[in-house]
Nanobody, 116 residues
């Protein structure tokens, strides 16, 4: 079992920055990949960024490339998402995901609201 807790969301103006964190606990060694997803009201959940457990290969949605950076903490227990130059359309509930060979685990989400 893997437990995930997100933090760092909030209200920010367009062009601002936020850093999301996801604390993982439980069977950390079983995790193959981790990622951030988001869901805006009325929309389906979409991939934002993923990263391999090794931390050396990351994948980004086209809409966030060049603005967001995903990274892992040294002990692989924390996942980060640095979000710069935020846009109104980045407003969503952001979820942390961890994948093992058996299943995906999700956190409860942290709200990011971009508004002037």
């Amino acid at each position: 079992q893997v437990q995930l807790v997100e933090s760092g969301g909030g209200l920010v103006q367009p062009g601002g920055s936020l850093r999301l964190s996801c604390a993982a606990s439980g069977s950390i060694s079983s995790i193959n990949t981790m990622g951030w997803y988001r869901q805006a009201p009325g929309n389906q959940r979409e991939l934002v960024a993923t990263i391999l457990n090794s931390g050396d290969i990351a994948n980004y949605a086209d809409s966030v490339k060049g603005r967001f950076t995903i990274s892992r903490g040294n002990a692989k227990r924390t996942l980060y998402l640095q979000m710069n130059n935020l846009k109104l359309e980045d407003t969503a509930l952001y979820y942390c995901q961890a994948r093992t060979i058996f299943r995906a685990y999700w956190g409860q989400g942290t709200q990011v609201t971009v508004s002037s």
